[in-house]
């Protein structure tokens, strides 16, 4: 692109000094172009000057008036150019009286319109496209598949450990940049076939497409906990490979063929900037794009050196949280000074308890394990911390009261129990894989925590609210869109709508057929109906396929724009558990297939739906991501399966609750306590008789929803864009076993970067901040694998206080289990009689 540069360079000149450190702070650069430095002005600032110099005071105006309307509500959108757009459109600010505050004015236009409103997708995204650079090479599909191959074995071999540890996107990023850089010096440039083996210098858009491609190893294989669950809990051997087979790659593609839907939903809208998805941008811009060097906020270190910087310093410090000091990890330093004082560990315990606890840990994979504060905005963060702090009071109330008899358990996990505080065996109550009422009767009713108790509650009011509620907030987007999705054959009309530099850019590029994701849909039902007809034992009716299928498509949509703007994400695992236990009363089974074609359907769209944003943001082709997504998700499949039967036969004691390696299926044994309550008791067991008043979430999630509706519609300003409803409810929903601990210090991280640091030093955070985080994350990945592999597998442990105090006192697991002593009733054991459970 070539530019009138002796006129923009005069136009520089003639700024003052507040005029051109105004352009450089808003445009993510540094303070050391000058004046009389006018040659060395960057590509973007002769693109933005070049545009401010055109650019009307009328169409600033009308940029700015469009923008108000289509960003109404929209808390992501920086609040000093909102303000200040609506005091020139009041008159407040004349822009054509003042030259600074038409400067202001067109700088503020031409950034919205022809990059980003969002100074986070400013810094990690082009000004234009080169639709010349190589995507889809030999080198970039070898490379990508050699690593979903490597991260899908790791992520599901890890799965099963509590906390789990996997290859993230960060980690891959940076392997598959080596495996590049070493691929472009290594290999000669000969032709395969019209194919380069070596076409020149590891491009970006190979990085990203790679990346992408790989991406599909970082979404969880949700089947994972059926075949577990299912093996290790209910000890089913009639789990065959073939019927493993079946079920994972319907419900992987499923999911896939989804996101054809959403597209128009949350990838194109402006509005939806995808805040999860920005630090790999982040990383792979300073891997592979060159970078002018200049001073930001005095710092002057490339991106590239900071990640390495960061990166090698959080791979040595892991060290100590993992294995060399791992009271570091659950710091939990106020049960040491009384270790057998059950109330003080309940309150503020980190492992057991509800961890109110100011400083409740050292360790960044425990300070990013509800959210990750360098990632979400401000306003995300802190709403979900007010949601946990107010199911904090609840659990509370609810333990020290001995509501249905919670006192006699413990306080906050995920577990489901019997009338003597034992771990709950669903083998003891079944027949032919069916409810056994004589048996149910004889062993006992399934109790739950006072955590869980409250977790499942707010789960049912989440769904009525979030869908309505986020139905109604977005509302002019599902509406807009609804006929592009279900009559427009072509999708360039979709993008032709949308102004934003992204989507004209995007639009040179072929669309994938609408066709092509309705095909795959038909595929994958096909297999999920073979699945349940082939192998009877799992007691699925295909209408269940069916009917999993038509939740999605009602709540997938609202759901998934939450994510888009939010990055927090809710599932329908829970929904779908509970009208198919209605359903199929006593069938433990046939609700588990349903709830992973339920679910999975969900977190697949989420997942290739975000890599499709991440291709607009980067330019890639949609055919290409097409196309090499189908590749990465069948040859995930087939290493899943691998690894998952390797590891049921080959670790010791997996899932075991004392599991010496954390092999102890944490997330698996949420998933079995949720299949025997809801699926082998039934929720009309469950809502009649044990707990009665967890029905009516569903119905105040629902009126809630028509408070915040009317709100938003009479009184809108009665109610701050940074409160975000949907997002404080699902903070009330992350207990058992997570608690306080997993979301204070994440208030902390992120009032220092996502507000302090992204208002005071912008230029700072735009250059730094996603870099950092994908640092840290990619730190602590490569740590985490390389001690379990050297020190734990055969295990070498640091005897010492700082290692033993994690597992000592009641915190630790030792001492008193719960607030009442089952022993001590007249009877033995709590709750009705036997022989009169619900």
Not at 108 to 129: G, K, Q
Not at 346 to 365: C, E, H, R, V, Y
Not at 776 to 801: C, E, L, M, N, R
Request: aromatic content about 16%; glycine content about 6%; overall charge neutral.
């Amino acid at each position: 692109m070539s530019f009138d540069e002796e006129k923009i360079k005069e136009y520089f000149g003639r700024l003052n000094d507040d005029d051109a450190q105004f352009l450089l702070t808003k445009t993510g650069h540094g303070n050391d172009v000058h004046h009389d430095n006018k040659d060395d002005l960057t590509f973007d600032l002769k693109y933005i000057l070049d545009k401010i110099i055109d650019i009307s005071d009328e169409r600033t105006l009308e940029i700015f008036e469009r923008t108000i309307k289509d960003h109404d509500g929209d808390a992501n959108f920086p609040i000093d150019d909102w303000n200040y757009m609506q005091s020139v459109l009041a008159g407040d600010v004349k822009i054509s009286e003042n030259s600074s505050a038409n400067f202001k004015a067109k700088l503020t236009a031409v950034l919205i319109y022809y990059h980003s409103p969002y100074p986070e997708v400013r810094s990690v995204t082009d000004l234009v496209n080169d639709p010349n650079e190589p995507v889809e090479t030999i080198r970039s599909y070898t490379i990508a598949l050699i690593w979903v191959i490597i991260a899908s074995g790791i992520k599901e071999f890890f799965a099963h450990r509590f906390p789990s540890i996997s290859l993230s996107l960060t980690v891959n990023s940076m392997l598959m940049y080596a495996c590049g850089k070493a691929w472009e010096y290594v290999m000669p440039n000969i032709n395969i076939g019209r194919l380069p083996l070596n076409p020149g210098p590891y491009s970006y858009k190979e990085q990203m497409f790679a990346v992408q491609l790989v991406s599909v190893a970082s979404a969880n294989v949700y089947v994972s906990y059926n075949i577990v669950t299912q093996v290790k809990f209910y000890d089913q051997k009639w789990l065959t490979f073939g019927f493993q087979l079946l079920l994972t790659l319907s419900t992987q593609f499923m999911g896939f063929s989804f996101a054809g839907i959403l597209r128009k939903y949350v990838v194109y809208p402006v509005r939806s900037m995808w805040p999860t998805i920005l630090p790999n941008l982040a990383l792979n811009r300073a891997l592979l794009k060159p970078e002018r060097k200049e001073k930001i906020n005095g710092w002057s270190i490339t991106r590239y050196n900071f990640f390495w910087f960061c990166f090698g310093s959080m791979f040595v410090y892991f060290w100590l949280p993992d294995f060399v000091f791992q009271a570091l990890s659950y710091f939990s330093w106020i049960t040491w000074i009384a270790p057998d004082n059950f109330n003080l560990a309940a309150i503020t315990g980190s492992q057991s308890g509800l961890g109110l606890n100011p400083i409740p840990t050292f360790d960044w994979n425990i300070i990013t394990g509800i959210v990750n504060p360098l990632v979400v905005p401000f306003y995300v963060t802190m709403n979900m911390f007010a949601g946990l702090c107010l199911s904090f009071f609840v659990i509370v109330g609810i333990y020290w009261s001995n509501y249905k008899w919670t006192g006699y358990l413990p306080i906050n996990s995920n577990a489901i129990f019997t009338n003597q505080g034992t771990r709950f065996q669903v083998d003891k109550v079944l027949t032919n894989g069916l409810l056994d009422d004589t048996k149910y009767q004889a062993y006992s009713a399934p109790f739950y925590s006072a955590a869980n108790i409250v977790v499942y509650s707010c789960f049912f009011m989440f769904y009525p609210f979030g869908f309505l509620y986020n139905s109604y907030k977005e509302w002019d987007t599902i509406n807009g869109n609804f006929k592009q999705v279900f009559i427009s054959k072509d999708a360039k009309s979709t993008l032709s709508k949308y102004d934003d530099p992204h989507s004209k850019m995007m639009s040179r590029y072929k669309e994938v057929p609408d066709w092509c994701f309705y095909s795959i849909l038909v595929i994958s039902l096909v297999l999920a109906i073979v699945c349940v007809k082939v192998y009877p034992e799992s007691k699925t009716p295909v209408w269940g396929i069916f009917f999993t299928v038509g939740i999605n498509f009602v709540f997938l949509i609202p759901l998934c724009l939450l994510l888009s703007v939010t990055g927090i994400q809710m599932g329908l695992n829970v929904l779908v558990e509970l009208i198919v236990g209605y359903a199929l009363p006593g069938n433990g089974v046939a609700l588990m297939t349903l709830k992973a074609l339920g679910y999975n359907i969900d977190g697949q769209a989420d997942n290739f739906i975000s890599c499709q944003k991440v291709a607009h943001y980067a330019r890639i082709p949609t055919r290409a991501l097409f196309r090499g997504q189908i590749i990465g998700v069948f040859v995930q499949a087939f290493v899943f399966l691998g690894v998952i039967n390797w590891s049921m036969s080959n670790i010791e004691d997996m899932c075991d609750i004392h599991q010496k390696q954390r092999f102890t299926c944490a997330s698996d044994r949420t998933f079995y306590s949720a299949s025997v309550l809801w699926g082998v008791i039934g929720p009309k067991r469950v809502f009649n008789g044990l707990y009665p008043t967890m029905k009516y979430g569903f119905l105040i999630g629902f009126l809630v929803a028509l408070l915040f509706i009317a709100i938003r519609r009479y009184a809108p300003k009665a109610m701050p864009n940074n409160f975000e409803p949907s997002v404080f409810i699902v903070g009330m929903i992350n207990y058992a076993p997570l608690n306080l601990s997993y979301i204070i210090p994440s208030v902390y991280a992120a009032y220092a970067f996502m507000y302090h640091i992204k208002r005071r030093y912008i230029a700072w955070f735009e250059k730094y901040n996603y870099v950092l985080s994908a640092a840290f994350d990619a730190g602590v990945a490569f740590s985490a694998v390389i001690i379990f592999f050297t020190v734990q597998y055969h295990p070498k442990y640091v005897d010492w206080w700082g290692n033993n105090v994690t597992s000592e006192g009641v915190d630790g697991g030792a001492g008193q289990p719960s607030l009442l002593n089952i022993s001590a009733t007249d009877r033995g054991y709590f709750g009705p009689e036997f022989g009169s459970f619900p």
